[in-house]
């Protein structure tokens, strides 16, 4: 079991094991201030640890990890076809299909570049060509780049260029289609039936018999998100210090761990529908006064926080086992409850507020009624 932890803004990932049936711990740095990259790290070496492979407790560092996979590069001028065989191979936190993706977008850039162009000598104007052509769309365009950014970053991260092509190049802006990522909350209730399918299966099997391994906190924080219309860090970073169940609020506030991203705290009333998930959760946690509502399962204690990127991959992989449109995911549930909001009626100034909008600028892409909430509307008004 690994967490991360920031230290005067370098990430370190803890190990925990038990010996003779006392928990230790072992901090050690990964050399980065990037989130993102730190979470990378953090799912490739919790994976080796669980499997034998490295051992943090006796000599083991992510240092050494690094060095391991620099002598495994065959020099700096590589061609592109030797590169992409490099970059996929060692890309061991990725799963078959994000490995498919990245060797497709590669070989399509082989056909357009030559697969012995030297990697040194591939140029931003390359990448241009490459991505931005008038005949396919907008969406595939930052497709295409979102592919290559993160190979290109990769070789200039491993020294093999010097200057990455990519770096100053920025996506396309794809038309926004809220109507593709909101869903109802009969399409809810199909993605927590698949949840119960597949624990289901798990218990059977015998690979999931203790709780934190059931992840028993998925339903009550979906339907906190659904129905609060909370950004995934404003999910983790909850606390029931904020949560009042009696007088019946919940308030996003905007400390240093909580990132509301306007940077205005908020207070939203506790919806009818979710409040007995609450109550409900509220109990099973022993009735805390402070800590997280959430807190991670893998964690020490109530202030062990959980992962935004676990929270949406765990959304994500529901999803798509209910069949729900790939368009689906987890910040889509912030969009179904401004959504709902307004086909309830609720004037957009007040949507604004309880999303947190800087403006109501921001809250009116969410104004996409189509033919039966205009019919519904007007039916109103007429009768």
Known sequence: MAGLRKRKGIYYIRFFKKVDGKRKQKALSLGTKDKRQAQKFL???EDKFNRGEIDPFNGWTPQMEAEKKRKKLKGKYLPLDKAADQFVDLRSQANKTTKK?????????????????PVTEIVEQD???????SDISIATQASYLRHLKVFFRWLHEKEIIREDPTADIKPPKVPQKITQKTL???ELEKVFEAFDVYYKELKKKGFATKPEQMRLWFKPMIMTTYFCGLRAKEAVNLTWKNVSLDEGFIRITNSDNSNTKSGKDRTLPLRDDLKP??????????RP??????PSATGVNEWSQMDSLSLSKSFKKFAKLA???DSINLHGLRHSCATDLLR??????HVSKFLGHSSVTVTQIYEHLDENDLKNSINKYDK
């Open 43 to 45: 799912l490739e070496f």
């Open 101 to 117: 993706n990245y060797r497709r977008h590669l070989e399509m850039l082989m056909d357009a570049l030559g697969r012995t162009m």
């Open 127 to 133: 990448i241009r060509d490459f991505c931005f052509r």
């Open 184 to 186: 109802t909350k009969e």
């Open 277 to 286: 998930w609450l109550e409900q959760w509220h109990k099973d946690q022993g």
């Open 289 to 294: 006064l402070d800590g997280y509502v959430f």
């Open 323 to 325: 069949n729900l449109p």
């Open 344 to 349: 309830k009626g609720v004037p957009i100034t």
